[in-house]
Each structure stands twice: as structure tokens, then as C-alpha cells.
């Protein structure tokens, strides 16, 4: 296992989860909630400037039968854009029902959907980087596929 802390990203039409692993790989926490505007792509580059992370690891949005949607070319396009702005790779990591496993967990300490799709957000990104963490920890390579900068 790599050592080095990564940022996990959740990329929604409204909003963009942000997650970081501690400097080991072992565990993924929430950091924030960066709106979906003009400068989402700088915001989410400062935070992982400020965490020194080693890899941004990107959610990919596909169908359950692994197929493209909508929001799979939108993720795409936001990791190619995060590339150009860093030196760190960019990873893009399968996230199938990634934000439906945030809101059953929020459902299960007794949260309104509504009043917390920001923490779901950042939920969702940190249910994609423990992925990536347990996947690489378990395979011995980092997961998912390089994304090239625009």
C-alpha cells in the first residue's frame, strides 16, 4: 500500500463531495461540500492542496449494468479538468450506488434526506475513497483508471 493521503471526490450536478484518507491509505473522512459553480474545479484542487494528497480518486457514475449515463461524461469531463489543474494523478473509480449507500446510512441515524444533502455529498465521497483504499490495500495497485488532462 501506497503511503500518502488522496481525495476522494463525489460529483453531482449541484454539488461535489470532498473526502481525504489519513497519511497511511487506511481510513476516509469528510472534508466538504464545494457547490457546483465556475471555480468548483480551483475549490476542490485547493483542498487537495492543503491535504498534500498524492491522488484525487473521481467517482464514476455508471449505470448498475456498467453502462454510461448523463452524469458519467459530466464526472469524466470534471476529473480531465481537475488533471490540468494538478500534478497528482486523477483516478476515476467505479461508484455504483455510492450516494444511495450515503442516504441509507443517513437514513439510519434518523436524518431527513432533504436537510442533509450536503453531508450525503460528502458521504458519498468518502464511501468512494474507502473503496478505493480497501481495493488497492486488498489488489496491491492503485484502483481505477488514469485520467488524462484536457
Do not use: C, W, Y
Not at 489519513?22 to 469528510?30: R, V
Not at 455508471?62 to 452524469?71: A, D, K, R, V, Y
Not at 450515503?102 to 465521497?125: C, E, F
Not at 478505493?132 to 484536457?150: C, F, K
Amino acid at each position: 500500500m501506497r503511503t500518502g493521503r488522496r481525495l476522494g471526490i463525489d460529483v453531482g450536478k449541484a454539488r461535489v463531495g470532498v473526502a481525504v484518507s489519513d497519511p497511511h491509505g487506511m481510513l476516509a473522512t469528510p472534508v466538504a461540500t464545494v457547490q457546483r459553480a465556475d471555480d468548483s474545479v480551483r475549490r476542490v484542487l485547493e483542498h487537495a492542496a492543503e491535504h498534500e494528497v498524492i491522488e484525487l480518486v473521481v467517482g464514476l457514475p455508471l449505470s448498475l449494468s456498467g453502462g454510461e449515463t448523463p452524469s458519467t461524461a459530466d464526472a469524466r469531463e470534471f476529473a480531465a479538468q481537475l488533471a490540468a489543474g494538478t500534478d497528482a494523478p486523477v483516478r476515476l473509480v467505479d461508484e455504483r450506488l455510492s450516494t444511495v449507500t450515503a442516504q441509507s446510512a443517513l437514513h439510519a441515524t434518523g436524518r431527513n434526506t432533504k436537510k442533509s444533502r450536503s453531508v450525503i455529498d460528502q458521504v458519498a465521497a468518502v464511501i468512494i475513497l474507502q473503496h478505493a483504499l480497501d481495493t488497492e490495500r486488498s489488489g496491491g495497485t492503485p484502483p481505477g483508471s488514469i485520467v488524462a488532462p484536457e
